[in-house]
């Protein structure tokens, strides 16, 4: 959106073009400046030049696209909500069927993708699916931008093709930790991915790989930690996170979130540690099989892969 925004327009111009789409929206949250006033130059530059408006380089097609900008709500990633606050409502999570494809923004057959998705298009459409499948291994093909964070002497932002290693990404690319210390975990997909451990770094990054482990590629992002990390902290905030971002509209997320901090509350006091585990990983059961979306059904990924790999930070009492 920042370093090619026409990439993004053509891929999403040709998609509204081949379901015969005649609105588009960009929706980009506010935190992102720099992305709203890209966009917005490409825009009008498209316009102008013809290949948005009424008449689509004299095709007779009309295909208009505009940037919407959210407040920031976690939440507005599940695609419904997005559609909620696109209509000016509360970012709050649809029932569904119908599907967004049936039945989305403002009534209207609707079809909702990522940026990376509607970006890929143009390159398939001129050098061919055999191009494009030709990076990356099985399943996953094509290229992720993976965002290096957290405790990594080189954070930033790296293009592969799907099938590198965390442990090329980590050491060849981000240079081990800032601290110097062991890496012990990275948590891949965002705040609701799963906790990795160091014994599994030579995972290749592709969605079936991570799968396999129990875990999920989710955007491409990738944070690390050293060994100096309390994972039953990190679990804990995973909890914190989804009963902040809740939309409050099912049970499961609403308030197994906010049980789910006061459970790890006890376990990191020392408080019936066994007993109080059992019932967060029951409540992890619950969350996962009963949310409405993702907010929710995600939440107990890092809270079990830190119960599953890293149990003696949760044996331990300490001060809060």
């Known amino acids: 959106m920042e370093g090619d925004p026409f990439c993004l327009i053509e891929g999403m111009t040709i998609a509204a073009l081949a379901v015969g789409a005649t609105q588009g929206f960009i929706y980009l949250r506010a935190e992102y400046p720099h992305a709203q006033r890209s966009l917005q130059r490409a825009l009008s530059a498209a316009e102008a030049a013809g290949y948005l408006g009424n008449d689509i380089r004299g095709s007779g097609r009309r295909f208009k696209l505009e940037v919407r900008l ?58 061919g699916a055999a191009h494009y499948k030709g990076f990356g291994m099985g399943k996953s093909r094509g290229t992720l931008p993976i ?14 093709a799907f099938g590198v290693t965390l442990k090329e990404l980590l050491y060849d690319y981000g240079g081990g930790s800032a601290s110097g210390r062991p890496l012990r975990a990275v948590q891949v997909g965002g705040p609701l991915g799963a906790y990795i451990p160091a014994s599994q770094f030579d995972t290749v ?85 009963g949310s409405l979306c993702g907010l929710g059904g995600m939440t107990p990924f890092p809270v079990q892969s830190a119960l599953k790999h890293f149990p003696e930070d949760f044996r331990r009492a300490r001060p809060q």
Request: charge should be negative; aromatic fraction near 4%; include cysteine.
């Open 70 to 127: 959210g407040a920031g709500a976690y939440i507005c990633g599940e695609e419904t909500s997005m559609l909620e606050s696109l209509e000016g409502r509360r970012g709050e999570v649809r029932v569904r069927p119908p599907l967004p494809a049936v039945k989305g923004l403002f009534g209207k057959p609707t079809i909702v993708n990522n940026v990376i998705s509607f970006a890929s298009v143009p390159v398939i459409l001129e050098r």
């Open 147 to 160: 965002q290096l964070a957290g405790n990594i002497k080189r954070g930033g932002l790296i293009e592969r």
């Open 205 to 289: 990054v592709d969605y079936e790989a991570l799968a396999a482990i129990g875990a999920l590629l989710g955007h491409g992002g990738i944070v690390a930690f050293d060994d100096t990390v309390d994972m039953a902290h990190m679990a804990r905030y995973a909890m914190e996170f989804c009963a902040l971002e809740s939309c409050g509209k099912c049970t499961p997320c609403r308030i197994g979130s906010q049980r789910g901090v006061e459970i790890m509350d006890r376990i990191m006091k020392g408080e019936e540690t066994d007993s109080n585990r059992a019932l967060l990983e029951e409540l992890c059961e619950t969350m996962l099989h």
